[in-house]
C-alpha cells in the first residue's frame, strides 16, 4: 500500500505545474478576451501575459477557439450566479428580483472599463452559426430571454412575452450604452425604465382598450428609377 502511494507522487507532482498553468491561461485570455475582444488576441499574446509557453495552452486547450468557449462558459457561469442571487434575495417577488438584478448591473455598466456582456460581444464577433463561442453565447441568450418571460409572467403582465422581449432589449440596450457614456450613461437608470415598462403591463388599462386615434395616410411609396439599387442597410 504505502509503496502504491509512493509510485503515484510523481504524477501527481506533474500535474500540478500542468493545472497551474492552464489556470493561468484561462485567468489572461478571461482578461485580454473581456477588455480587447477574442479575435483582437492572438495566442502569442497570451502565453506571453501568462508565463507559460505555448504547448501548455494547447495541451490545456485544443484550439483559440475551444479557449473562447470555455472563457464564455466561465462568464456564463457568473452571469447567472449574480442574476440567481438577485433572485434569492426576494424570494416571493419577481418584480423585485428582476429589478435588483438591473440595479447591480446599471451599477456596473456605469463602471470605467465597462466592456458590455462578454456574450453578447463574442455573438457579434463570430456571426457565424455553430461556432463554440457563438454557441455559449446563444445558449445564454436564450435561457435569459425564456427567464424574463417567465418573471414577466410571475408579475401577471397582461402580455408577459411582449414584457420580458422589452425586457431583454432594455438589458441589451445597457451593455451597448455602458461602453459609450461609461460613469453618468442612460445604462444607469435601466432598472428605473424597466420599473415604468413593468408597471404599464401590470397596472392601469389594458393596451387598446381605447380606439386609437385616426392617424393620416401615410404617402405612397416612390417608385425608384430603373437604374437605381435598393439599399441594404
Known amino acids: 500500500m504505502t509503496r502504491s502511494k509512493t509510485l503515484d507522487q510523481p504524477a501527481v507532482a506533474a500535474e500540478a505545474p500542468i493545472k497551474r498553468a492552464a489556470e493561468r491561461i484561462g485567468e489572461t485570455a478571461r482578461e485580454l ?4 475582444g ?3 488576441v492572438g495566442v502569442d499574446e497570451i502565453v506571453t501575459r501568462a508565463g507559460v509557453t505555448k504547448p501548455s495552452l494547447y495541451r490545456a486547450y485544443a484550439s483559440k477557439d475551444e479557449l473562447a468557449a470555455a472563457y464564455l462558459r466561465g462568464y456564463d457561469g457568473e452571469f447567472w450566479a449574480r442574476f440567481d442571487q438577485a433572485a434569492a434575495s426576494h424570494p416571493a417577488d419577481a418584480r423585485a428580483q428582476l429589478l435588483a438584478w438591473l440595479e447591480g448591473l446599471g451599477q456596473r455598466a456605469t463602471q470605467a472599463g465597462y466592456r458590455g456582456c462578454g456574450l453578447t460581444n463574442a455573438a457579434v464577433e463570430y456571426p457565424q452559426a455553430g461556432h463554440p463561442a457563438r454557441v455559449v453565447a446563444e445558449a445564454n ?4 430571454r425564456r427567464r424574463l418571460r417567465e418573471l414577466a409572467r410571475r408579475m401577471g403582465a397582461r402580455d408577459a412575452d411582449a414584457l420580458g422581449d422589452g425586457l431583454l432589449l432594455l438589458v441589451e440596450g445597457a451593455y451597448a450604452s455602458g461602453q459609450l457614456f461609461g460613469e453618468g450613461g442612460p445604462a444607469g437608470i435601466i432598472a428605473q425604465a424597466a420599473a415604468t415598462l413593468i408597471d404599464a403591463q401590470t397596472t392601469g388599462e389594458a393596451p387598446g382598450s381605447k380606439p386609437p386615434a385616426q392617424k393620416p395616410a401615410p404617402p405612397a411609396p416612390r ?3 430603373a437604374d437605381e439599387q435598393p439599399s441594404l442597410f
Open 223 to 225: 417608385k425608384p428609377a
Open 38 to 40: 477574442i479575435r483582437a
Open 141 to 144: 441568450k436564450a435561457e435569459l
Open 33 to 36: 478576451f473581456y477588455s480587447q
